[in-house]
């Protein structure tokens, strides 16, 4: 439906926006973009071949016949005022996206508030491990691909469904996977029953005979008050479902593997190359979807076992000096540090240093305590500036906050003003087989990768 026109992308260097710009391009469909800052998403980008331009150029605005924004671009951009002004085709990123989705015959739409990106990688590998040839969009890089989008045939788009303002809403679902509900986003949803009340909508795109996969040990998402016409299939490690994982065990560093019974018959055995248990319920919603769409068990181990996690999912950075694993995930949210937490317990070191970053001044304020009483298990803690993304600080709350509600029960806690700073730190405290972990979706990682280069 886009052949013959040009499409321009405004914020085209989103890890989203770049994917549907890639998709469009090698349909053979002419694409434009700008963004405000370079990245690497951009240099991809131009290597490919589709201009970029860095800040604002309503000349390529006046060239295009369809213009694509994000939620985070201002009403004052002046590309998007002139669209507005021409009286252009526009769309809000979700909605472009969904548009697109209708082009497919299957539509699988990964989403919760945790587990997205690595659910979707793995689903992802496990379908090209079966040459399904999937096209594919996530919100992070898959090492498969070395990419965050794959463009496939008609048949299969698998795809991250973000909760956040309801873009999820915008899609064509066949099939949907809920990993977990959580208190999330709440600058937005402003509490737990719109948190649900959306997901619920959400649930209510399937078709009839859709599929829908629930983790049914999750209260929240068991609890929706989804369509009953679906085909309903639900996972889990405590409760009764028709999925579930037994006689799990773990190697020295954490990696799992167990048995898969569905519906009481034992399937086949998993071995998973990532970490955490939490990684487990991943793994069983991937196998979920995998026997919707006939992916042979043999595609499903092998694709399982060869997962190494998509860019910043607990992803190991290197080693510094003498045996000092360096690790990055971009936990953000309370729950997803607790995993975080577990994952990293799992590993043998002498120590363990975190370096913790929080997400947007609201969340902060949000979930300080449950920051805290996390964050105070890891041996180690240092704070990092708070990352702001689209907010200013209009909720009076500073990274020494979370630094005293830490030093109640632990000590070994201080605040850093700079990444510079705290990677010296390191270099004067570290000791041979000791830990470190960077933890946040700001670009906190770049400590890890500054230490490496020491």
């Not at 964050?375 to 500073?398: C, G, H, M, S, W």
């Amino acid at each position: 439906m886009f052949n013959n026109k040009t499409v321009h992308f405004i914020g085209i260097g989103g890890i989203s926006m770049s994917g549907i710009a890639e998709i469009l391009h090698q349909k053979g469909i002419k694409v434009t973009g700008s963004d405000a800052a370079y990245s690497n998403n951009i240099k991809k980008l131009e290597e490919n071949g589709i201009h970029v331009v860095i800040g604002e150029d309503v000349t390529l605005v006046e060239k295009a016949d369809i213009v694509v924004y994000t939620a985070a671009i201002s009403k004052d951009n002046s590309e998007l005022k002139k669209a507005h002004e021409l009286n252009k085709e526009t769309y809000e990123r979700a909605k472009f996206l969904g548009i697109l989705t209708k082009e497919y015959e299957n539509v699988i739409c990964i989403s919760g508030t945790h587990g997205k990106s690595t659910t979707t990688g793995m689903i992802a590998t496990c379908f090209l491990e079966d040459e399904k040839n999937p096209t594919i969009q996530i919100g992070a890089i898959l090492p498969k691909i070395n990419s965050n989008y794959y463009v496939g045939d008609q048949k299969y788009f698998i795809m991250e469904a973000c909760e956040y303002v309801d873009s999820f809403l915008s899609f064509y679902p066949t099939s949907e996977v809920i990993l977990n509900i959580d208190d999330d986003h709440l600058d937005y949803f402003k509490n737990m029953d719109n948190v649900k009340a959306s997901f619920t909508k959400y649930t209510h795109l399937l078709p009839e005979n859709g599929n829908l996969v629930l983790n049914y040990d999750d209260e929240n998402t068991i609890n929706l008050d989804y369509p009953k016409n679906v085909n309903l299939i639900t996972y889990g490690l405590k409760n009764d479902t028709d999925l579930v994982a037994k006689n799990i065990t773990y190697n020295n560093l954490g990696k799992p593997e167990f048995d898969v019974y569905y519906k009481n018959n034992l399937i086949t055995h998993i071995e998973l190359n990532i970490l955490g248990n939490h990684n487990i319920y991943n793994a069983l919603a991937t196998i979920a979807i995998c026997i919707v769409y006939d992916v042979s068990i043999e595609a499903i181990k092998k694709g399982l076992k060869e997962y190494i996690g998509v860019e910043r999912r607990f992803q190991h950075l290197g080693v510094y000096k003498n045996n000092i694993l360096v690790y990055d995930d971009y936990a953000h949210h309370p729950t997803e540090i607790a995993s975080t937490l577990e994952s990293a317990k799992n590993i043998k070191c002498h120590e363990n240093y975190v370096i913790f970053q929080s997400h947007t001044f609201s969340r902060t304020k949000e979930h300080l305590e449950e920051f805290a009483n996390i964050l105070k298990q890891f041996d180690n803690v240092i704070i990092a500036p708070i990352y702001p993304a689209r907010e200013t600080n209009i909720y009076n709350v500073k990274e020494t906050d979370l630094v005293d509600l830490i030093k109640k029960d632990n000590q070994n806690v201080i605040y850093i003003d700079s990444f510079d700073k705290i990677v010296e730190y390191l270099k004067e405290h570290l000791q041979d087989n000791d830990l470190v972990l960077t933890v946040g979706a700001g670009p906190v990682n770049e400590v890890g990768l500054k230490l490496l280069e020491q």
